[in-house]
């Protein structure tokens, strides 16, 4: 499975709890919080799976129960541009 990394051109300030992403140079400016920027900092630098088991770990649920949820938010992430796989 390949690693999940921000795109080029994806420039990335966090802010304790919340993830401010944007295309650069012009945005704009995508707002993360809550469990979206549980996946975004899971994801960065991991596999899908390894992101699901953070994401599921973090709730104490099952990662088949978030599976679907989690791989669907990092999937729009890389439709957006904001995600590659490496």
């Known amino acids: 499975m ?3 990394l921000p795109a080029a051109d994806v420039g990335v300030e966090i802010d304790g709890d919340t993830v401010y992403l944007a295309h650069l140079p012009a945005g704009p400016i995508v707002v993360l919080e809550g469990t979206a920027a549980e996946v975004w900092h899971a994801a960065r630098g991991a596999d899908e799976y390894e992101a699901v088991a953070a994401v599921a770990g973090a709730h ?3 990662p088949a129960d978030v599976a679907a949820d989690v791989g669907a938010f990092i999937e729009q992430l890389i439709a957006d541009g904001f995600l590659r796989r490496a």
């Open 2 to 4: 390949s690693i999940l």
């Open 60 to 62: 104490d649920a099952d």
